[in-house]
């Protein structure tokens, strides 16, 4: 399966607003939902955004999913230090069938 | 509230078996997909397979397409992943995780808290 592609860092101070891009092709973004995780070390990921640009439950509207043709951003605006986070996005391939990952986007609030 | 708990990790030699579980409460479990995805040591998020909400479809990784069976039993609310002819590559935390609809195609909305799978001699 193909992987979708993120930049592996990004960084930001308190209060600013970062984006993270994740970069795919037509058999995946182009046609099915993105999907956003947040992890933390030493703990499962969990839910941020799904498709495209549903916040789940209990998520702070200070994040924000998009989608244009084959490319897909996360955004959280009024960054915080517990923000500090790896960042994964995801979406169904057609082609192969199955779940393609970004390799993640660790995020540094400095 | 949604939980899953895995169970069934360990270590295991090159060329042998595990079977993985996870536990499902808090929802209707007949009604969603659910899948496997896995992370090795350090790296990233690395999807394994899915299976329908009643078992019809099932889709796999080309990574462990012919070795991992992941099954399910509804009236248990429980998944299932079996591995076989195990390598070391699939060393890694194994999460099972809900999907937010009944095909392959549905997200992974709620995560287990993982078992970890060690391959070594």
């Known amino acids: 399966q193909s992987v979708l592609t993120q930049p592996p860092s990004a960084s930001g101070t308190p209060g600013q607003r970062v984006t993270i891009s994740c970069s795919g092709s037509n058999s995946n973004i182009g046609t099915n939902y993105v999907y956003w995780y947040q992890q933390f070390p030493g703990t499962a990921p969990k839910l941020l955004i799904y498709k495209d640009n549903q916040r789940h439950s209990g998520v702070p509207d200070r994040f924000s999913g998009s989608k244009s043709g084959t490319s897909a951003s996360l955004a959280i605006s009024g960054l915080r230090s517990e923000d500090e986070a790896d960042y994964y996005c995801a979406a169904w391939d057609d082609s192969p069938r199955g779940w393609v990952f970004g390799r993640g986007t660790k995020l540094s609030v400095l | ?121």
């Open chain 2, 1 to 121: 509230q949604v939980q899953l708990v895995e169970s069934g990790g360990g270590v295991v030699q090159p060329g042998g078996s595990l079977r993985l579980s996870c536990a499902a409460s808090g929802f209707t479990f007949s009604d969603h997909a659910m899948h496997w995805v896995r992370q090795a040591p350090g790296k990233g998020l690395d999807w394994v397979a899915v299976i329908s909400y009643d078992e019809s479809k099932t889709y796999y990784a080309d990574s462990v397409t012919g070795r991992f069976t992941i099954s399910r039993h509804n009236s248990k609310d429980t998944l299932f992943l079996q591995m076989n002819s195990l390598r070391g590559d699939d060393t890694a935390m194994y999460y099972c995780t809900k999907g937010d609809g009944w095909t392959g195609t549905a997200g992974f909305d709620f995560w287990g808290q993982g078992t970890m799978v060690t391959v070594s001699s």
